[in-house]
């Protein structure tokens, strides 16, 4: 197992994941396992969005303190562990509002309380993840996300969405191809609408030879570490920016 990569095919081409230290191959195997074991329980899970209602009670109680029109990012640990998100996508003005360990229909639940409140000009999402962990087929999860757009679109009709794709991980191997055919599904529900775009955070996450980098989680093969997260930012900056970015600019400019 030491010097084989496993390939997968995915919406951008040959994705592989290939580790390259010396103890990458035993980590692999441990993750490979723990990940199929998991799978397996996780499936017969109950989802239950009100379990996030103390969470999503703080977001109530902040929000007075927080500024309108600006971007609020919700979705799962990727963002809710992303402590540095304000200062990493500075000048842009942001809500954080993400809930580790959340799902699309988490979000969904709790919409109305994620983005209301903040009248905001742009919506980031990023969840997937933990649903296609799940075993969440992908067109219900797209189905989910359509759900949370329509209603964002309903109250604030000119707000901006933009959905991310899911990244890949060490930790979750097993479910790669379900994630890259979630990813699918959210490009194109953004090609049909010029209020929402697509960001692809996962192919920044892999080498030239299209192996996942191995530096760039934490030890559970799942969460980013500083590297992955400075990749991470600047993968969602970079489209932001092109269309946030004269927001901003107009307003501190006061125009």
Known sequence: MGGQTRRVIGPEGPWRFGMKNRYAPALAAVLFVVGLVSVATAQTRTNDPTRWENVIAGFDADAPNRPQGAIVLTGSSSF???????????????????????????????????????????????????????????SKIAGELKQIISKIHSALPDTRVYVLSVKPSLARVSVWDKAQETSELYKQIAAGDDRLHFIDVATPFLRADGTVMDDVFVDDG??????????????IKSVLMKIEGEFELRKASGQ
């Open 80 to 138: 809710a562990r992303w402590r540095t998100m304000e200062a990493d996508l500075a000048p842009l003005t942001i809500v954080p509002r993400g809930f580790g360990g959340s799902t699309m229909a988490d979000v969904l639940h709790y919409i109305d309380r994620l983005v209301k409140p903040y009248n905001p000009r742009a919506v980031v999402l990023y969840e997937g993840d933990n649903d296609t962990f799940y075993g969440v087929a992908p």
């Open 222 to 235: 799942l969460h980013l570490n500083d590297k992955g997260n400075r990749i991470w930012a600047a993968a």
